[in-house]
């Protein structure tokens, strides 16, 4: 007996009828999204809208949802994009792209929650301030002091067992 099957590999069949009759196309983009773009764009951008020009089958505009300053690399890579966009559905199926402005919630995040930060222990807090300590500027010392805090703080202690 086969595993557990993704979705959204069904949800042409599922939803084709109520996506209307390019539905199934942007059905199918949304299940590869992350497939088509990779997992630094699909963390900032979300498909919301493919929309072809009345009679149409090619030159679709796709609306894409973007969080934030992530509109300016979108824009700067967009031809790169649609040539991937293109190479999915193997015709010229995407013409360009329609940034609209999206609040981070909207998009979805793929990667694990953030981690719960730790307490460094004695010798860890030591080692950092020793590593830092011959950094002059004062500011500079202490901003470097609190990103090491911080990025230790997300790993497991040197010695503790790996899952």
Not at 12 to 38: C, M, Q, R, S, Y
Not at 102 to 121: F, G
């Amino acid at each position: 007996m086969p595993g557990p099957r993704p979705i959204g590999r069904h949800l042409n069949a599922i939803a084709g009828k109520a996506l209307g009759p390019h539905g199934p196309a942007f059905a199918t983009l949304l299940a590869e999204w992350d497939a088509i773009v990779g997992p630094r764009l699909a963390s900032v951008a979300l498909p919301l809208k493919l929309q072809f020009p009345k009679g149409r089958q090619d030159d679709a505009v796709l609306h894409l949802g973007v969080a934030g300053p992530a509109a300016l690399f979108i824009q700067h890579e967009e031809p790169q994009i649609l040539q991937r966009l293109n190479g999915f559905f193997g015709f010229r199926a995407v013409a360009r792209l329609k940034l609209l402005q999206a609040p981070p919630a909207t998009n979805r995040r793929r990667d694990r929650p953030a981690p719960i930060p730790r307490r460094l222990s004695a010798g860890e807090a030591a080692a950092l301030e020793t590593q830092t300590a011959a950094v002059e500027d004062g500011d500079l010392r202490e901003a470097l002091t609190s990103l090491g805090r911080a990025i230790l703080a997300t790993e497991k202690p040197a010695g503790s067992p790996k899952r």
